[in-house]
C-alpha cells in the first residue's frame, strides 16, 4: 500500500478484512468525536488525538507511553497485519500526527487517505452514522523513537549541528509578527531554523501535493532533502505534516515533539525573530 492513496483505491478496498480506517480529525473548538459519530467513511474508527498524550507531561501535545498507545489502537480494533488508512477534516490535516505515531509505534502499513473525509463526500460516496463494533485485535508495540528529537538535542544542533530544522507554522508566528497564543509562551522561532507553513503542502482542492510541486515547497524554504531534517511547530502536530511531505520525496525527517510550546516556553532557550528575511 502506498503512503498516499486515492478516494478511488478506499472505496474498491472497503470490506477488506484487513483494512482499518480511522478518522483522526482533531481541531480545537470543534466536537470531532460528535462529527464522526454523525458521519464517518463506512467501517472507520475515532481516534481520539487530543486523549492520545503524555497527560503527565505540561506540555500539550507529548508523545504517549507505548503501552497507552498499544491499549488504544487494540481497543479499536487494530492489529498486527492490517493496513490502516487515516483520514481527518481538520485545518491541521491531523491525520498526519496519527500516521506519524503508528509508525513510531510499529504499525508498517499504514497510508494517508488523500483529500480526507471532504474528497470523500464531495465524490458523493457513502458515509455512515454511529460507533461500529470494535473488532477483537492483538496490537504489538515495537517503539522507535530515532525519529524523535528532544529539547536537549534541538539546543546542542545549535552549535553547528547538522539538522536543519523546519517550522511548520505560519509565517506570522514563525517570524514573530504573531504572538503565540500559549500564555507565557514567546514569539518567534529557533535560532537558524526555516519555515515552511503546512499549507504550502496542499493543493486548493485539499489534496497533497507531489512530486516537483511538492519538492518545489521544500525548495522554496531552501531546504536540503539531501541532508537531516527535523520539523517543529507550535506543539508537534502539523510538524508531522512536514515529516509526510519529506516522506512523500524518499526523506525521512525527525520531529521535535516538545516543538515551540516547550522552546518557546523555556525562559533560557534563545529566540529569533526575523525582519526582512534575516533572524535577529
Known amino acids: 500500500m502506498d503512503a498516499l492513496v486515492s478516494t478511488e483505491w478506499l472505496a474498491n478496498e472497503l470490506g477488506a478484512p484487513d483494512l482499518r480506517i480511522v478518522d483522526a480529525t482533531y481541531a480545537e473548538g470543534r466536537d470531532a468525536a ?53 483520514y481527518d477534516t481538520s485545518p491541521w490535516h491531523t491525520s ?15 497510508a494517508i487517505l488523500d483529500g480526507g473525509l471532504a474528497k470523500w463526500r464531495a465524490e458523493s460516496r457513502d ?48 517570524t514573530g509578527a504573531e504572538g503565540d497564543p500559549r500564555p507565557g509562551t514567546a514569539a518567534g522561532h529557533i535560532p537558524g531554523s526555516a ?31 539531501g541532508k537531516p531534517i527535523v520539523t517543529t511547530c507550535g506543539s508537534g502536530i502539523t510538524a508531522a505534516v512536514l515529516v509526510f511531505g519529506a516522506h512523500l520525496l524518499g526523506h525521512d525527517a525527525a520531529l521535535y515533539d516538545g516543538s515551540w510550546s516547550e522552546w518557546g516556553g523555556d525562559p533560557t532557550t534563545p529566540k529569533a525573530v526575523s525582519r526582512d528575511g534575516g533572524d535577529q
Do not use: C
Open 195 to 225: 519555515n515552511l507553513p503546512q499549507t504550502a503542502l496542499f493543493n486548493a482542492d485539499g489534496s497533497w501535493k507531489t512530486g516537483d510541486a511538492l519538492r518545489a515547497a521544500f525548495d522554496s524554504a531552501g531546504v536540503d532533502l
Open 127 to 174: 458515509v455512515e452514522a454511529g460507533i461500529p463494533a470494535p473488532r477483537a485485535a492483538r496490537f504489538t508495540v515495537t517503539e522507535d523513537r530515532s525519529g524523535v528529537r528532544s529539547l536537549g538535542q534541538i539546543r546542542a544542533n545549535l552549535d553547528g549541528g547538522g539538522d536543519q530544522i523546519l517550522d511548520a507554522r505560519s509565517a506570522a508566528r514563525f
Open 34 to 86: 460528535a462529527e464522526y459519530s454523525a458521519a464517518h467513511i463506512p467501517g472507520a474508527v475515532f481516534l481520539n488525538l487530543a486523549a492520545l498524550r503524555d497527560t503527565a507531561s505540561d506540555l500539550p501535545n507529548m508523545l504517549p507511553s507505548a503501552e497507552k498507545f498499544g491499549a488504544l489502537m487494540q481497543a479499536l480494533g487494530i492489529g498486527d497485519g492490517d493496513r490502516i488508512v487515516i
Open 96 to 110: 498526519a500526527r496519527a500516521w506519524f505515531m503508528l509508525r513510531l509505534f510499529g504499525a508498517r502499513d499504514v
